[in-house]
């Protein structure tokens, strides 16, 4: 019984540590963005999430006039 026990944990600590080396290799392969790239990408999604929160902003303003009119 104690032997099935140390065999499932053998094979949980390999099995962990396969997981995070392929982890470690994937994160290898990444690529990383310069500095550069990073600025244009934060500048690209805080100017879509603007754009979206004025579209909804602008569709509920629109429903509350609407059910303000209705009531």
Request: charged content about 20%.
């Amino acid at each position: 019984m104690a032997t099935k026990t140390v065999e499932k944990k053998d094979g949980f600590m390999a099995k962990t540590r396969q997981f995070v080396k392929g982890s470690w290799n994937e994160l290898k392969r990444v690529h990383w963005p310069n500095k550069k790239e990073l600025i244009t990408y934060t500048g690209v999604v805080l100017t879509a999430v603007a754009v979206v929160a004025a579209m909804i902003w602008i569709v509920d303003s629109i429903l509350n006039f609407g059910l303000q009119l209705f009531l």
